[in-house]
T-cell receptor
Framework: AQSVTQLGSHVSVSEGALVLLRCNYS??????LFWYVQYPNQGLQLLLK??????LVKGINGFEAEFKKSETSFHLTKPSAHMSDAAEYFC????????FGAGTRLTVKP | DSGVTQTPKHLITATGQRVTLRCSPR?????VYWYQQSLDQGLQFLIQ???????AKGNILERFSAQQFPDLHSELNLSSLELGDSALYFC?????????????FGQGTRLTVV
């Protein structure tokens, strides 16, 4: 069965700094991978998804993620953090059903 | 607005009781998923329905059940409630069952068991 592991339950960066949220997947078949964001008191919103068309995937709000099969990773990055990026981020893998990682809470310091 | 509607938004009930959470998927979406989000367990997949049929089952307790109706709305029934069932319950929908289709989430129902 597929699964994802998010390294770091809490990441803190300064405004303008690089954001790097880590996700490693485990899947017996080529996976479909997703990043979702959850703002306080809201549901999850899709940031981006990997479906094998390209290894570097660009999403909304300036985020992107790179699929690396050799490392079984799908890390999320953003060159310059903004205060509005503070939220919880979930990596998800989909095979027969969609499974989410434990989430990483991103804090952005002024 | 994701187009997925969940009711009620908040629910407070006593231990041992039974509640029903309702989800209306986005127009045209055939797949409905239920998730439970709690502080200690994170976001847990419970169950998926596609066009009225159960498609996949995750960490759903036997005290919990769900169904999807002909009009595609879904209900999650939670019975013999325990304090530990207090959580945020999300419904999500997607257009197809093939899993490269992203899911759209509702705002959730916050269940508090006292």
């Amino acid at each position: 069965a597929q699964s994802v592991t998010q390294l770091g339950s809490h990441v803190s960066v300064s405004e303008g700094a690089l954001v790097l949220l880590r996700c490693n997947y485990s899947s017996s078949v080529p996976p479909y991978l997703f990043w979702y964001v959850q703002y306080p008191n809201q549901g999850l919103q899709l940031l981006l998804k990997y479906t094998s068309a390209a290894t570097l995937v660009k999403g909304i709000n300036g985020f992107e993620a790179e699929f690396k099969k050799s490392e079984t990773s799908f890390h999320l990055t953003k060159p310059s953090a903004h205060m509005s990026d503070a939220a919880e981020y979930f990596c998800a893998v989909s095979d027969q059903d969609m499974r989410f990682g434990a989430g990483t809470r991103l804090t952005v310091k002024p | 607005d994701s187009g997925v509607t969940q009711t009620p938004k908040h629910l407070i009930t006593a231990t041992g009781q039974r509640v029903t959470l309702r989800c209306s998927p986005r127009s045209g979406d055939l797949s409905v998923y239920w998730y439970q989000q709690s502080l200690d367990q994170g976001l847990q997949f419970l169950i998926q329905y596609y066009n009225g049929e159960e498609r996949a089952k995750g960490n759903i307790l036997e005290r919990f059940s769900a169904q999807q109706f002909p009009d595609l709305h879904s209900e999650l029934n939670l019975s013999s409630l325990e304090l530990g069932d207090s959580a945020l319950y999300f419904c999500a929908s997607s257009a197809r069952t093939d899993m490269n289709t992203e899911a759209f989430f509702g705002q959730g129902t916050r269940l508090t068991v006292v």
